[in-house]
């Protein structure tokens, strides 16, 4: 089974601050990389699919980058609205998700 | 619209069996595959079934094989999750979701199933 691990698995930043999010699968997953963003008591929100792809409707300010097994999503410029927790997920074999990373508000 | 939304959850025995359902409408229902996903309190996502277009194949990750089946009704457009043998672990929100290819587009607002005695 492949694992995916999230870091940080909290992170802080003000209003304004470029935010990175890493991504770590235990095996190459050929880009096969999507990301979530779930707002408290919200179901899961797409953002981003087969690694960068920006879902219809996200702000592009949410961005995504990687390969192998490394990838990453970068939110250029944080709004308060994007307090939420973030999850990647690979679907290179089977359907595995992260740990998440909380983002918070310093 | 695509909507689907997730009914049955509930408080149940360990051992005890639920079924849940979801509805969808807004898209051609048969022509996607389609999936539960779970969420413990506070915790990170699982992947807990999927089912083919015609659901004729299925698949589950070891954590529920063998207690848990999903199944279709294309002419309801209805999903549905039968658990059996549930233990305090399956615990969680479940939510049924759809892909477009690989991603899981779209969500159900999910349905909270506790097991405690």
């Known amino acids: 089974d492949i694992q995916m691990t999230q870091s940080p698995s909290l992170l802080s930043a003000s209003v304004g601050d470029r935010v990175t999010l890493s991504c770590k699968a235990s095996?190459?997953?050929?880009?096969?990389l999507n990301w979530y963003q779930q707002k408290l008591g919200e179901a899961p929100k797409l953002l981003i699919y087969?690694?960068?792809s920006l879902q219809t409707g996200i702000p592009s300010r949410f961005s995504g980058s990687g390969s192998g097994t490394d990838y990453t999503l970068t939110i250029s410029s944080l709004q308060p609205e994007d307090v939420a927790t973030y999850f990647c997920q690979q679907y290179n074999s089977w359907w595995t998700f992260g740990g998440g990373t909380k983002l918070e508000l310093k | 619209e695509v909507q689907l939304v997730e009914t049955g959850g509930g408080l149940v025995q360990p051992g005890r069996s639920l079924k849940l359902s979801c509805v969808a409408s807004g898209f051609t229902f048969s022509s996607y595959w389609m999936y539960w996903i779970r969420q413990a309190p506070g915790k990170g996502l699982e992947w807990v079934s999927s089912i083919n277009t015609d659901g004729g194949s299925t698949y589950y990750p070891d954590s529920v094989k063998g207690r848990f089946t999903i199944s279709r009704d294309n002419a309801e457009n209805t999903v549905y999750l039968q658990m059996n043998s549930l233990r305090s672990e399956d615990t969680a929100t479940y939510y049924c979701?759809?892909?477009?290819?690989?991603?899981?587009?779209?969500w159900g607002q999910g349905t909270l199933v506790t097991v405690s005695s």
């Open positions: 087969y690694t960068n």
């Open positions: 095996q190459n997953i050929y880009k096969y």
């Open positions: 979701a759809k892909d477009e290819g690989g991603p899981f587009a779209y």
